[in-house]
């Protein structure tokens, strides 16, 4: 898909390429319509519920009135997070979204269909926060990084190894649930590093 950000997920969730809208460029934002045709209305046809999942703000990006119009039937934002739920980085740790899809799907009672935004990785990455300093500072540097080079590399390898560990984790639980499932892994943009 050649576009980034929420123009991706919006691509990937709708099928409509941003190029059909020439005039927007924050789609959430911009997109005024109360129904677009989406796979997740499609899936709620078919009798799923549909959940989308993000650690962040509802608001931001217009996604609590953006994803409604996608057809969501539940939206779990921050606000839906436990207040004690895992940080790491500027936001909830991946492992706190992991626990959020899980915790859906045990309670599910009919086919569910998650679509769960990740934020524990999010930039910027000079200053991110991290919880083990020691294993951050362990991470191999390429030569090459010179000035905050290697310390954004080490801040964006350390959280997205986070990233990775969470799909490996919510693998496991769906094979262990001897169920039919799809798991599907996207980014919709690629870190900001200078």
Same mark, same amino acid.
């Given at each position: 898909?050649?576009?980034?950000?929420?123009?991706?997920?919006l691509?990937?969730?709708?099928?409509?390429?941003?190029?059909?809208?020439?005039?927007?460029?924050?789609?959430?934002?911009?997109?005024?319509?109360?129904?677009?045709?989406?796979?997740?209305?499609?899936a709620?046809?078919h009798?799923?519920?549909?959940?989308?999942?993000?650690?962040?703000?509802?608001?931001?990006?217009?996604?609590?009135?953006?994803?409604? #119009?996608? @057809?969501?039937?539940?939206? &779990?934002?921050a606000? !839906?997070?436990?207040?004690?739920? /895992?940080?790491?980085?500027?936001?909830y740790?991946?492992?706190?979204?992991?626990?959020?899809?899980?915790?859906?799907?045990?309670?599910a009672?009919?086919?569910?269909?998650?679509?769960a935004?990740?934020?524990? #990785?999010? @930039?910027?990455?000079?200053? &991110?926060?991290?919880? !083990?300093?020691?294993?951050?500072? /362990?991470?191999?540097?390429p030569?090459?990084?010179?000035?905050?080079?290697?310390?954004?590399?080490?801040?964006?390898?350390?959280?997205?190894?986070?990233?990775?560990?969470?799909?490996?984790?919510?693998?496991d639980?769906?094979?262990?649930?001897?169920?039919?499932?799809?798991?599907?892994?996207?980014?919709?943009?690629?870190?900001?590093?200078?």
């Amino acid at each position: 898909v050649p576009v980034a950000g929420a123009g991706v997920t919006l691509a990937v969730l709708t099928g409509i390429p941003m190029a059909a809208y020439p005039t927007i460029e924050f789609p959430y934002l911009q997109i005024t319509q109360k129904k677009i045709p989406s796979i997740i209305a499609v899936a709620h046809d078919h009798g799923y519920a549909t959940v989308a999942i993000h650690g962040n703000d509802g608001k931001f990006w217009n996604r609590n009135k953006a994803f409604k #119009a996608i @057809g969501f039937d539940h939206f &779990i934002t921050a606000d !839906d997070f436990p207040k004690d739920a /895992a940080r790491d980085g500027w936001y909830y740790a991946d492992s706190a979204m992991t626990d959020q899809i899980i915790g859906q799907l045990k309670a599910a009672a009919k086919p569910t269909l998650i679509f769960a935004i990740s934020i524990e #990785a999010h @930039g910027p990455y000079q200053t &991110i926060p991290v919880k !083990d300093t020691a294993r951050r500072d /362990a991470i191999a540097v390429p030569a090459e990084l010179q000035g905050d080079g290697p310390r954004e590399f080490r801040n964006y390898m350390y959280h997205i190894e986070h990233a990775d560990q969470q799909m490996g984790r919510l693998w496991d639980y769906l094979s262990a649930r001897k169920r039919p499932y799809s798991l599907v892994f996207y980014g919709d943009h690629l870190p900001g590093l200078h």
